[in-house]
């Protein structure tokens, strides 16, 4: 195939999955999206011991060396055209100051995530909320673990507004909240996560430790070993490729809400 074909290839799968993330959603309802296939390049992040990875680095169908024991990624909706708060006093990534109680989230977790967050909460001591607006997800599932257990550490609430979506490993963010809550139109999408080699969960033994990292978490985060291991089988029930819709009332059957 020519590159200018590769091209237009892409940027016509871009555009779909641009327009399904963009779609309204029922819950439990399963939409099949299209992606494209990336390989990330890790860069090490000394501050918090996870991966930085810069759209610099992308790169299609490349093979790299090392990749065998990097986290699994969760991503599957893109956002190329999210809505950021007007009159924020300050940007931290994804993270908006709306006034000194409340930041809200709108964009991907990378590598570089944890620390922008630690760096709002330095200048910000005292907010309280973290209102998720539209989170697709991770690109960097370690960096997304480390960001639940800081977000829980700092003691907010959090919360999905009206019309707000919360997807894939996003999810993970807004249960690590020390009180949750969430609009009645509010979204939760899930899925399975998948690693570098296209492997999803059901891919990997019982034993494999990458099962623990998400059943210890939604411990930590106040489910009981019943409700982890659910939660955990119903996210993964769902292909990568795919996600399930799911409503506020569903996700309060696993854990409480506010």
Known sequence: MSWPTALLRTAIAAFFAAAIAFAPAQAQQVVTITTTTTTWIEVDDGDFGAADFDDDYFADDVE??????????????????????AGALARFGPFAVVDGSTARMAGDVDGATPRQFAQMMAAFPRLQRLEM?????????????ILARAIRRAGLETHVPGGGSVRSGAVELWLAGVRRSAAADAEFGVHSWADEYGREARDYPESDPVHAEYLSLYREMGMDDAKARAFYAMTNATP???????????????????
């Open 64 to 85: 790299v060396e090392g990749m065998a024991d990097a986290m699994p990624a969760r991503r599957f909706a893109p956002a190329p055209a999210l809505v950021q708060p």
């Open 133 to 145: 607006v539209d989170c697709p997800g991770s690109l960097d599932e370690e960096a997304n673990l």
């Open 240 to 258: 990568f490729d795919e996600v399930r819709y799911l409503t506020r009332d569903d996700m309060a059957r696993f854990v409480a809400l506010n």
